[in-house]
């Protein structure tokens, strides 16, 4: 165990100095090597660490901008003409809702309220006065909750027929209506629609929005002619609905009189306010009289200019997931009941569904399959209120969750293709009655409301908006790299050999350490007896000259005596 622990250390050991001795990255050799003193590499190894912290710090913050804000809103370069896109839908609710000749719902309320045992009207007349409270002021219904209750009993099967009858016609509403400077049946163009404001009429309304089952009324067509994100099927200037302006300014512009009769105002309904509710809106949304709306009041005209305002998406944004772009396109975000995408659509369904969930049936102006779901009744009417003040504003903490669900559930990011409608208002006093008068048109007028709402469009060009991405997956590789590069000197080639330093090199030298063992062995092996042979080659070289130098000196030395001998001899004679 030790030794392995040995070699472990030994391999690491090597590993480390041979990294520090290669690497590109700057700091590293330094703190490796060996002829450095300890105070030097501590000094190194001090700033390697800052370093790597300020890189760590600004890599940080550079993914967490590319991660977070992935879009930029930038202004196209060319503009674009008006006729590309169609008038806006134009819905119109009247304050009056119904006639009083049929419905006079202060006098039913008032007794409803005073005495909710003792009211005991006649079939007919209960169920105008329980359709007439699916429209009136909701606010009312906390003081009748419990007398409402009462009415369990009470199915309003004929809710919506009831209110259609109770309602005022579009004959008596509508006067006249001019589009493109020529007049037209208004008939033709304003079409019922349902709002929780109740019956309302829309003009350039894209009927083909709703899926099969939602408006037996309506035949939907294979295709949609119009949509924000597809435009028109076919670039031409034919008679297609959505209808499209040719042009600027009231000679392409549309305008509709409108009447009311004093003798159907009721103030207790919908407040001391009469006149008209005006939404301008995309022909591909649903219309939500309650979140926003114009106010024509009576006798009064309002003249709306009208700037489109178109936001696209760029085709790179169709990678990143919808929670980064915080949009949704069409496709990925189909909804039950329309088929078109848009947050205000997702909303409403979203609204319905949760309705349905918790109150067992939906407000007649949801929407809904028909064959399906059930119209709510009077006495479900306060949970209907209750469930849409719930979902949102969320104020009752035991049920905070379940609206908070539903909420997370629906999931109505904006759409990536929108195209809205900026509106600026003018308005001034109509003077229709002396225009009468002049006219020759002699007659009480008194009783008598009229208002002219005009529509046109302000510019015949106009400048879109399109989502880019604002820092992509090459930007932020780019920004990492220049980090790197600025603060450690680390390249592409740095990341690779600190990768193989890590992975390959380790695994080479555990995998092959036997071979490698055995490899040093024999080189030892071999190192040793060419060191042995070298010492018996040395040593019997060494013996040689030693003998060498033995004969010499004998051989001297024997001269040296022969010579010695003949002095000696020569000196005897």
């Known amino acids: 165990m030790k030794s392995k622990l040995t070699y472990l250390f030994r391999t690491l050991k090597l590993l480390t100095l041979e990294f520090g001795a290669m690497t590109s990255i700057h700091g590293v050799g ?32 550079a993914y967490r901008r590319w991660d977070q804000n992935p879009v930029i809103i930038s202004f196209d370069e060319k503009t674009k003409p008006i006729w590309s896109f169609p008038y806006p839908a134009v819905t119109i609710c009247p304050e009056t809702k119904f006639q009083m000749a049929i419905m006079n719902y202060t006098e039913e309320f008032l007794k409803f309220e005073r005495d909710p ?67 037209v049946y208004y008939w033709e163009y304003f079409k019922e629609i349902l709002t929780e404001d109740g019956i309302c009429y829309t003009f350039n309304f894209a009927w083909d929005l709703f899926r099969p089952g939602v408006h037996p009324e309506v035949q ?92 696209g998406t760029s085709w790179k944004l169709k990678d990143y997931e919808p929670s980064r772009r915080n949009c949704y396109f069409e ?26 969930a918790r109150c067992g049936c939906v407000r007649f102006s949801m929407p809904r399959i028909v064959s399906e779901t059930k119209i709510c009744n009077a006495s479900s009417l306060p949970c209907v209120v209750d469930a849409e003040r719930t979902l949102s504003t969320a104020l009752n903490s035991t049920i905070k969750r379940t609206a908070f669900t539903f909420q997370t559930r629906c999931s109505c990011l904006p ?10 208002l003018t308005q001034g006093p109509l003077l229709w009655r002396p225009h009468r008068r002049a006219a020759g048109r002699n007659g ?50 740095s990341l690779v050999e600190l990768l193989y330093f890590c992975t390959l090199r380790p695994y080479v030298l555990c995998h092959y350490r036997d071979e490698m063992g055995q490899i040093e062995t024999s080189r030892r092996n071999r190192k040793r007896m060419a060191l042995n042979r070298r010492k018996v080659i040395m040593v019997e070289t060494l013996d040689a000259v030693i003998r060498r130098r033995r004969m010499v000196e004998m051989g001297r030395l024997i001269g040296f005596r022969r010579r010695l001998r003949k002095i000696k001899v020569q000196d005897l004679e």
């Open 331 to 356: 496709h990925e975000r189909p909804l039950r009941y329309f088929r078109i995408y848009s947050q205000d659509n997702c909303e409403l369904e979203c609204l319905s569904n949760f309705t349905l």
């Open 415 to 424: 759409g990536c293709t929108v195209l809205r409608y900026d509106v600026m």
């Open 220 to 311: 939907v067509s294979d295709r949609m002619m119009w949509s924000p994100e597809k435009g028109y099927l076919e670039d031409t200037f034919s008679v297609v609905e959505p209808l499209r302006a040719p042009g600027t300014g009231m000679s392409n512009g549309l305008t509709v009189d409108l009447v009311l009769d004093v003798r159907n105002f009721d103030y207790l309904c919908k407040g001391p306010i009469q006149g008209f509710k005006v939404q301008i809106h995309t022909p591909t949304e649903y219309p939500l009289m309650s979140k926003r709306f114009i106010r024509v009041p009576l006798d009064q005209e309002v003249t709306a200019l009208v700037k489109p305002q178109f936001v």
């Open 117 to 183: 045992d003792g009211y005991v009207p006649d079939e007919k007349r209960r169920e105008s006065f329980f359709s007439a409270l699916h429209i009136c002021n909701q606010h009312q219904l906390s003081k009748t909750v419990s007398q409402l209750r009462q009415y369990n009993h009470t199915v309003d099967r004929n809710c919506l027929e009831t209110l259609r009858w109770m309602s005022l016609s579009i004959s008596s509403m509508f006067e006249t209506f001019t589009i493109q400077n020529s007049q």
């Open 444 to 493: 009480s007028y008194r009783d008598v409301h009229k208002v002219r709402f005009s529509l046109y469009f302000k510019d015949s060009q106009y400048i879109s908006i399109t989502r880019n991405e604002m820092y992509g997956l090459t930007d932020f590789v780019a920004n990492c790299g220049g980090l790197l590069g600025l603060f450690m000197g680390v390249s592409l080639l």
């Open 30 to 61: 330094y703190i490796t090597s060996s002829q450095r003193t300890l105070f030097e590499k501590l000094l190194w190894v001090l700033v390697f660490g800052l370093s790597l912290t300020g890189c760590s710090w600004l890599i940080r913050d």
